[in-house]
């Protein structure tokens, strides 16, 4: 698909006359490499770039940088440390480190608190990951608001020209060379120019707006990953409500309450579990509990009905807590996430394509920059429940560079999850520990792309590579 086509096709019908507009834009910047979009691909992107010596704008649609991280409430890196190994290096890895140092809390991650109906099952934890030599794997939990600051900091010491409600809106190539990308701003329409784009805006809106070609959904019917928004609880009595859930098997993420709340009409949420954790600073409930289907995030009237739809879920759930949960009887909604999580949108097409078996076979790829061990993690697009497939304990998956480069494109650049991969793959790629990679890499080779001056498919690799690992990215097992 095109950017054109999806335009056609969701305004098309719309339409009652075209504008037709002749724009006088100033072109505002020059540098080596533009980066849009700062959630953590886009930070990581950056400041990588940035410290292999390019100069580095970074446009941000928001007032904030972090993304889904920090506007989006989804505050938790699970599993930072892995059964046998921390995995994940570099860039990520300093930020998670600093933000413990600010209040964040690592403790074991159990994955059947985030998917109870695996506690049911006899030999579960083998039956996934293998052996596990009975060890445990890391979760960090950190405060969203000490990211925003912790990421104007690392930007700043970095040298990274950070512009804030700054929305790409249009970008312009030439025979497969991006040359600028135009952005609205609260001051008016602005344009870039600059040597490498590297898009990591989620939804590829820089890359779909160059010409880049594009998936989306499943390829039997084309439905993406239900969205999301976190919300926080509280007025609540943290020790009773968590202990709750913890009495029985099939209390495990307020299971029965949510079966029937659903069976008497008091719930219309699809969802046959939900994820509860304290707040870092055990003074509420953050709660990943609402879920719409059928939602497309690049079309502004699908996020808007979602908008609506996931705060009506937010105070069912507080209603329901308030009625049925140990602790809650005094509890409010406290805040809705500002930003919605749109989990799936559009997947630039690449050099290459992660498949649905690289993740959880373990897939290893000569021009890998970086390696990940977090599941293919599919939310039901029609309905209540998950498709999780694990990679095997002591193992791991590589993210190829060449499905960072667009795929014809001389300059331009992905990260996050709207890089080159099957639905099903980028259930698992679109997750924080992979998208710390897959930023790494392509701010590293855009740095380097923009010094040496050649085709972004014709970079040297072993130069990506050692450059990779000079700066803390772990391509080999730590005892290797």
Not at 61 to 88: H, K
């Amino acid at each position: 698909m095109t950017y054109t086509q999806e335009v056609q096709k969701l305004f098309g019908a719309r339409t009652l006359e075209r504008l037709h507009e002749e724009l006088d834009t100033p072109v505002i910047g020059a540098c080596d490499v533009l980066v849009c979009g700062g959630g953590f691909a886009g930070i990581t992107a950056a400041v990588s770039a940035a410290r292999c010596g390019a100069r580095v704008v970074l446009l941000e649609r928001s007032g904030s940088l972090g993304g889904l991280a920090s506007l989006g409430m989804v505050n938790y890196v699970t599993p930072y440390r892995d059964w046998f190994e921390q995995v994940v290096g570099g860039i990520g890895a300093e930020i998670i480190e600093r933000l413990k140092e600010t209040g964040g809390l690592e403790g074991e991650y159990d994955v059947t608190e985030e998917h109870p109906w695996l506690a049911e099952r006899l030999g579960w934890k083998e039956e996934l990951f293998g052996k596990t030599g009975g060890r445990t794997r890391r979760g960090v939990q950190f405060d969203s608001e000490q990211l925003k600051i912790l990421a104007d900091e690392l930007t700043a010491q970095s040298g990274v020209e950070v512009l804030y409600h700054t929305q790409i809106v249009e970008a312009r190539s030439e025979g497969g060379r991006v040359t600028l990308a135009v952005a609205e701003t609260k001051s008016g329409r602005v344009a870039f120019r600059a040597k490498v784009f590297v898009d990591c805006t989620g939804d590829g809106d820089l890359a779909a707006r160059a010409g880049a070609g594009f998936l989306k959904g499943r390829e039997q019917d084309g439905k993406m990953l239900p969205v999301t928004s976190m919300f926080r609880i509280r007025g609540v009595d943290v020790a009773r409500a968590m202990g709750y859930q913890r009495e029985r098997r099939e209390q495990y993420g307020y299971a029965d309450l949510l079966k029937a709340a659903k069976a008497g009409g008091e719930l219309d949420i699809p969802h046959s579990y939900i994820l509860v954790r304290p707040t870092v600073y055990q003074d509420g409930l953050e709660v990943n509990g609402t879920r719409v289907a059928g939602i497309d995030g690049t079309d502004v009237f699908d996020l808007t009905k979602a908008e609506i739809l996931v705060r009506r879920q937010a105070q069912q759930l507080v209603e329901l807590f308030r009625r049925r949960v140990p602790g809650c009887e005094g509890a409010y909604l406290a805040e809705v996430a500002p930003l919605i999580g749109v989990r799936e949108t559009r997947r630039i097409v690449g050099e290459y394509i992660i498949g649905d078996r690289d993740l959880p076979s373990g897939a290893k790829f000569p021009d890998s920059v970086g390696r990940g061990t977090i599941h293919v993690d599919i939310h039901n697009p029609s309905g209540d429940g998950y498709d999780i497939r694990p990679v095997r304990a002591g193992d791991w998956y590589e993210i190829p560079y060449r499905s960072l480069v667009a795929k014809g494109f001389f300059n331009l650049l992905t990260a996050g999850r709207c890089i080159s991969a099957t639905s099903v793959a980028q259930s698992g790629l679109r997750l924080y520990l992979n998208v710390f990679v897959s930023g790494q890499g392509a701010g590293t080779a855009a740095a380097l792309l923009a010094r040496e001056g050649c085709p972004a498919a014709k970079l040297d690799v072993s130069l990506l590579q050692s450059t990779l690992v000079k700066h803390g990215v772990k391509l080999c097992p730590d005892n290797n």
